[in-house]
Nanobody, 116 residues
């Protein structure tokens, strides 16, 4: 059985930065492809970024250039560094294994609020 636990969210002013963490509990973290999703108030959950087991990363066009996804297999942890935060980045951020498939795993989410 596997579990994901996010942390690092908070209230940040526009233009600020945050680093979100996603800790994995279970076995063989290093084999998994990992995702970050987010869900803004009143909107559907949207995919944000992915990092493959080999470290290759991809991003949604809306965050490309401002978000950086990384992983530390020794710590069983994935990260999302968010720079130049905007109001539209306000959302609950979730880490995920398996995307939207049947055998997926979600964390509980961490709230990011961008406001002055």
């Amino acid at each position: 059985q596997r579990q994901l636990v996010e942390s690092g969210g908070g209230l940040v002013e526009p233009g600020g930065s945050l680093r979100l963490s996603c800790e994995f509990f279970g076995s063989h973290f290093y084999v998994y492809h990992l995702n970050w999703y987010r869900q803004a108030p009143g909107k559907q959950r949207e995919w944000v970024a992915r990092i493959l087991s080999d470290g290759t990363s991809t991003y949604a066009d809306s965050v490309k250039g401002r978000f950086n996804i990384s992983r530390d297999n020794a710590k069983n942890t994935m990260y999302l560094k968010i720079n130049s935060l905007k109001g539209e980045d306000t959302a609950v951020y979730y880490c995920n294994i398996g995307g939207l498939g049947a055998d997926n795993t979600w964390g509980q989410g961490t709230q990011v609020t961008v406001s002055s």
